[in-house]
């Protein structure tokens, strides 16, 4: 997925983290964590792209590239799950140390959410097979093909994310700026790196390889954009409709009101 839409799940699900674990799991730390939320969500964001550091195996020069698997060496499905609970756990006896204890944990948490959704679209080089690295199997997952990178689908995800962003934004706490601020600049940075970094130089790149590999929402396949391009005439008033339809929207609308 692109970077955008990682870092803006990371941000949500751990200012979600976090404010769970003030209110419900360790109310006494409250006054401690409310007042840092802004750090806590930045945390997760910075965690959510934590794992594409191992793209390094394409970008990097070869003596450092050499260490890096992308999809493997950094991404852990269920290693940084893990080391969130173990984290949410000392924090709950720590509470000293509490701060410092959930904001690695929403670090971790964004770095899950990160692997968690990598395979829904994208895979490793051009074998669609190997989605992520499975560590404890010591297995590649396969990609679940879902999501076309940078596609309509994707867009509606991140959307979706905005939503929680304008949610959260009035409750941030001040970090240097106002919270309701941060929130604004913390999402016009991942929208701006969708449309220029990811949408422009990245989509380019990886559409035309992956594009006849994806699956749609529904589990059909998608039709190829030349195929989909195609057109023949309704036989109701002889416009161009897509390849495959029947008749036209119109003239279905029309019969459907008959």
């Known amino acids: 997925m692109m970077m955008s839409t990682h870092m803006a799940y990371g941000f949500v699900t751990a200012y979600a983290l976090g404010v769970t674990f003030a209110m419900w799991i360790a109310p006494s730390t409250y006054p401690v964590l409310m007042p840092a939320t802004a750090i806590l969500a930045l945390a997760g964001a910075i965690g959510a792209i934590f794992p594409d ?3 390094s195996e394409f970008w990097a020069p070869r003596s450092i590239g050499k260490y890096f698997t ?4 950094l991404h852990y499905i269920t290693g940084y799950l893990i080391l969130s609970a173990i984290l949410v756990f000392l924090a709950t006896f720590f509470q000293k140390y509490a701060l410092w204890l959930i904001a690695a944990a929403c670090w971790s948490f964004g770095a899950w959410t990160h692997s968690l959704m990598d395979p829904l679209d994208g895979w490793r080089d051009d074998h ?3 989605g992520i690295y499975e560590h404890i199997t010591r297995k590649w997952l396969p990609s679940k093909r879902l999501i076309h990178f940078a596609g309509m689908w994707e867009w509606v995800i991140q959307a979706f994310a905005a939503v929680w962003f304008i949610a959260i934004s009035a409750n941030l706490s001040q970090l240097l700026i106002p919270g309701w601020q941060l929130g604004t600049l913390a999402y016009l940075s991942t929208f701006s790196i969708s449309a220029v970094f990811d949408a422009r130089h990245r989509a380019p790149k990886r559409q035309p390889r992956e594009l006849p590999h994806i699956r749609s929402l529904t589990g059909a ?3 190829h954009t030349k195929q989909r391009t195609q057109t023949t005439s309704c036989p109701t008033c002889n416009k161009a409709v897509p390849n495959g339809a029947p008749i ?3 003239c ?3 019969l459907i009101w008959k």
């Open 70 to 73: 992308h999809k493997k060496t």
């Open 128 to 130: 669609p097979e190997e």
């Open 252 to 254: 279905r609308i029309r």
């Open 53 to 55: 550091i191992d793209q």
């Open 248 to 250: 036209c929207p119109w």
């Open 221 to 223: 396949a998608v039709i």
